[in-house]
């Protein structure tokens, strides 16, 4: 029963996460092409928060969806979530603007660092276990690699990118944490996040002087700037809608982990599409970096503490003690064992390793070979 259960969980999930990778794959690309041709950040951040609204509105109207009707103290819940939403979109722009595609997907495939100890501290789990460790150290040693191998990378450009970082780790955390707390429907997310996040935008646009000349630059535009916003405006509606669903039924870190396996596809499209992208070798480290964050684990609940994605999902959950996954209740200071590593496990972080060293030391190796 419970592995029927199970499998039909993943069927369940399978729709979210193949639209989710279509349009997470797709945004980042679109993102970059749109301010190739379109440079004003906040102006295209609101044309994409006003789209995602009129479609849920429109819908509603029509009674094609069930959407929850706003309310003063969800809306005062959901400032600092939309606040946080924005400064991710800002600060992955001005990244994408100063790094590129390829570094920025690097430093969001290194937030289960800081998203380890959001979990401790405020999702009640554990540190992560040594496989963990390892994938998160080597993803780190991936990115210094790159770093010393393109030296078009400026410091401002390093500085973007531990911005985003910074902030999307906050946004991963807290953002979970609000599914569990503020109950709305997926519609209902979508419309608080967009309707409360479009005003600063309107505001920074005008403070930034990107609405002078708007009307001349409309009129004489080529097609490719309509088609790069409308098309960062669709996918931007797929995102939020689909990044809600999927957050709402699986944790922070599991949400996080699908996200970066996603940005694969970001990285092939930005090589065929994309003028700017990194040489082949650090492209090569990229894919091993992402590769290695598939090794970690998401950590146990602590003993004595409530699962929260458990709770969220079951809400008979809460209060209940921890078990130990066979039935048996832990004490509190039992802590969750760790399973040994399998043989197969073992030799995919010892070829990562091997991997990494020489694609990083692969033209002094070739050097001293001849």
């Known amino acids: 029963m419970g592995r029927e259960s199970n499998a039909s969980g993943l069927a369940g999930l399978l729709p979210l996460i193949v639209g989710y990778a279509i349009c997470s794959s797709l945004l980042l690309v679109a993102n ?33 969806v069930e959407c929850d009707a706003l309310e003063v103290e969800k809306v005062k819940q959901f400032v600092p979530v939309v606040f946080i939403f924005y400064a991710v979109l800002w600060s992955n722009m001005r990244a994408l603007a100063a790094l590129g595609v390829d570094l920025v997907i690097l430093f969001r495939s290194l937030t289960p660092f800081a998203i380890s100890i959001g979990d401790y501290i405020y999702l009640g789990r554990a540190m992560p276990s040594l496989q963990s460790w390892f994938a998160l150290v080597t993803m780190t040693l991936c990115t210094a690699f790159i770093f010393v191998r393109e030296p078009q990378i400026s410091l401002a450009g390093v500085l973007w990118g531990l911005l985003y970082y910074a902030i999307l780790s906050v946004d991963m955390v807290y953002l979970k944490k609000i ?3 503020v109950k709305l429907t997926t519609y209902g997310r979508v419309v608080y996040t967009n309707l409360i ?52 039924k699986v944790s922070a870190l599991t949400f996080v982990v699908i996200g970066i396996l996603c940005k694969i596809g970001s990285i092939i499209i930005n ?15 990229v894919c091993l970096g ?19 994605n458990k709770a969220d999902e079951d809400p008979e959950a809460r209060g209940k003690s921890q ?11 039992d802590k969750p064992k760790e399973p040994p590593l399998s043989k197969s496990k073992i030799a995919l972080m010892v070829s990562l390793t091997i991997a990494i060293f020489a694609v990083h030391y692969g033209d002094k190796i070739l050097a001293l070979a001849s």
Not at 40 to 64: D, E, H, P, R, W
Not at 221 to 234: D, H, I, L, Q, R
């Open 179 to 181: 599914t569990v707390d």
């Open 32 to 64: 970059k092409w749109a301010l190739n041709v379109f440079p004003k950040t906040n102006l295209l951040m609101f044309c994409q928060f006003i789209t995602s609204y009129g479609v849920v509105a429109v819908m509603a109207l029509t009674k094609l």
């Open 290 to 308: 992402i590769t290695a964050s598939t090794l970690y684990e998401q950590p146990k609940a602590r003993a004595g503490q409530v699962d929260v």
């Open 197 to 248: 996040a479009a005003p600063p935008a309107l505001l920074l646009a005008f403070a930034a002087g990107e609405f002078k000349g708007i009307w001349a630059f409309g009129s004489e535009a080529p097609a490719e700037v309509f088609y790069a916003v409308g098309s960062t405006c669709v996918l931007g509606y797929g995102m939020s809608y689909l990044s809600w669903a999927l957050r709402a």
């Open 271 to 285: 090589a065929l599409f994309m003028n700017q992208h990194l040489g082949m070798q650090s492209m090569v480290l």
């Open 323 to 333: 078990n130990d996954g066979d039935g048996h209740d832990m004490a509190p200071h």
